[in-house]
């Protein structure tokens, strides 16, 4: 059974759906709950992920989706997984105007061509990006029949396989595989609708040893990019040059200790100038400025972080809150701390987005 991808807001009506992100450091879980016209975050989890150098079996997947749908209080059995950044790969392309089940024969056979990757025994989905009127009439006028421009995305067969097992095994049902990295797009264009349609920015999701660089042009996917710098190398950095150990760099990092500013700089600058040179190189080609670095995951609750990226880019680097757009019904203490934990739900959030 080939597991569709589905992106951006294709619907598939569930009234609760379990969306899980799994980070590498921090498995993030949400439960979004239809309630009429508006959707209610009604519990989240923040769950660490299973400790493992290689990639997680089937058998610890399921013993990990059984923990998140227990502290989330097991209230549907339908779940969402966001898929790693390692693990899909999402390309916009353009196609001929034909429907959506052909595009995926055709990626399917031709993949090769049109992803520039040989990608045997993987599974492959697409979205239709709405053409906007008036770029669509661009578009006539130079080749006669206008192409459509298209999210493609692909994962291994074996990696759908092994969520939908490993959901059957934790008594689950595996409802969606959505990539990581439409997350945080999906979740902006609900939090920030006018931003998102109408302005040229970039959406930079910092994890745990990478760095995801997404330029949203009016709305269409212009670049993405992955950095190979996280939380975690800042926190490595730290503990390497201060002498001490990884756990106290740890908690000196996310205390925000001004003490240690110089020397985190050293590692965040460098994070700076690869972001830097991913928006260098979507504004040679396509002429046109990004006007706002928009962040989101764990570093991103670091107003410090924040500030030094700010000035390696030059550019203002903010925050954003992913669960602005949807009715907050938390429990006690959770409804206190999601201001603080929202850059880290950015994610699961999207990735729920997918499914309702
Ligand atoms: N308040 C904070 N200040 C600074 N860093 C923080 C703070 N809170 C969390 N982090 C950092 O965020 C990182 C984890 O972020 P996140 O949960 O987004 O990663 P992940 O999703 O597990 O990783 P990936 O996306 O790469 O798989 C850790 O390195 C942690 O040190
Ligand atoms: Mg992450």
Known sequence: MA???????????RSQMISVDLGSRTTKAVLLERRG???????????????????????????????????????TKYV???VGL???????????????????????????????QDLPNHVFDCHIIPPRLNKNADATKSSGVPKLKVLAAATKQQFANDFIQAA?????????????????????EQALPEVFEKETV?????????????????????????VNVGGDTLTAGLAE???????????????????????LQMYVTPLGREIRASLDFFEHQQDRPVS??????????????LQMLHSELLLECKTWNPTGFLQLALPGQQAVEVEHIGPQLTVAVGAALAAF
């Open 86 to 116: 390692n693990d899909a790969l999402v390309r916009q392309i353009e196609l001929p105007q034909i429907p959506l089940a052909e595009m995926r024969r055709i990626l399917k056979m031709n993949h090769k061509n049109y992803l520039q």
């Open 3 to 13: 597991l569709p991808l589905p992106f951006l807001n294709k619907g598939r009506r």
């Open 292 to 305: 706002q670095v928009y962040v989101s995951g764990g570093s991103a609750r670091s107003e410090m972080i």
């Open 168 to 188: 059957t095994n934790a008594g689950l049902v595996a409802d969606c595989l959505v990539p990581g990295l439409i997350g945080p797009i999906n979740t902006f």
């Open 241 to 263: 040059t201060l002498g001490i150990s990884h756990a106290e760099a740890e908690g000196i990092k996310v205390g925000m200790s001004s003490e240690v500013e110089a020397a």
């Open 37 to 75: 016209e508006v959707l209610a975050l009604t519990r989240y989890a923040l769950l660490d992920a299973p400790a493992s150098e290689k990639r997680i079996s089937p058998e610890q997947l399921a013993e990990h989706l059984r923990a998140v749908a227990d502290a989330l209080g097991n209230p």
């Open 202 to 226: 970039a959406l930079v999701d910092i994890g745990f040893k990478h760095t995801s660089v997404c330029v949203l042009n009016q709305g269409e996917l212009a670049l993405n990019r992955m």
């Open 80 to 82: 969402t997984l966001a």
